[in-house]
T-cell receptor
Framework: DTEVTQTPKHLVMGMTNKKSLKCEQH?????MYWYKQKAKKPPELMFV???????INESVPSRFSPECPNSSLLNLHLHALQPEDSALYLC?????????????FGSGTRLTVV | QKEVEQNSGPLSVPEGAIASLNCTYS??????FFWYRQYSGKSPELIMF????GDKEDGRFTAQLNKASQYVSLLIRDSQPSDSATYLC??????????FGTGTRLTVIP
């Protein structure tokens, strides 16, 4: 299995809703990431988990809350989002070593906040 | 402040030509670089990675790294319409994270 699976593929939520994005990989990768990508912009790093521990939080607002229940799963809990949070949310995983051959990205969740 | 600069394009080349995509970076300590291809509405997919000075070839793709000039490039030979996409240059930071450039949009004209 060489895939990173993200669910749901599309999500529309109101500003008062609570929802979660899910990500799963079974490649034994030790690092998992959340990226946010706005239209015509590059992916921007949000969170990094290394060995199931949060190692990087790139000053992301608290309305985004990551969780890593185990080495294969990564969640992103969403609460009280704003319309400007609408974007493609990408999960990725990697070996986590200096010789890592880049990331494997999931297909993303297209989030629309109304 | 880490910077990875790419010409946003669009870069247009005729089918069968060589497409040349360029990237410069500011962190002299950066070790590894990656090229990702991203079709509209899709997630990025890895094309090439390079960490040594010189050229690395894989099929129609050649990555070039010049650490002295802090310059990375991607050449696509025999360009096909299916190569039309945004190409993202990324550098691997010391924390094993990827920092992406702004991307270059390539259009291959049949």
């Amino acid at each position: 299995d060489t895939e990173v699976t993200q669910t749901p593929k599309h999500l529309v939520m109101g500003m008062t809703n609570k929802k979660s994005l899910k990500c799963e990989q079974h490649m034994g990768h030790r690092a998992m990431y959340w990226y946010k990508q706005k239209a015509k912009k590059p992916p921007e790093l949000m969170f990094v988990y290394s060995y199931e521990k949060l190692s990087i939080n790139e000053s992301v607002p608290s309305r985004f809350s990551p969780e890593c229940p185990n080495s294969s799963l990564l969640n992103l809990h969403l609460h009280a989002l704003q319309p400007e949070d609408s974007a493609l949310y990408l999960c990725a995983s990697s070996q986590g070593s200096r010789e890592a051959y880049g990331y494997t990205f999931g297909s993303g969740t297209r989030l629309t906040v109304v | 402040q880490k910077e990875v600069e790419q010409n946003s394009g669009p870069l247009s080349v005729p089918e069968g030509a060589i497409a040349s995509l360029n990237c410069t970076y500011s962190d002299r300590g950066s070790q590894s670089f990656f090229w990702y291809r991203q079709y509209s509405g899709k997630s990025p997919e890895l094309i090439m990675f390079i960490y040594s000075n010189g050229d690395k070839e894989d099929g129609r793709f050649t990555a070039q790294l010049n650490k002295a000039s802090q310059y990375v490039s991607l050449l696509i030979r025999d360009s096909q319409p299916s190569d039309s996409a945004t190409y993202l240059c990324a550098e691997e930071t010391g924390a094993n994270n990827l920092f992406f450039g702004t991307g270059t949009r390539l259009t291959v004209i049949p």
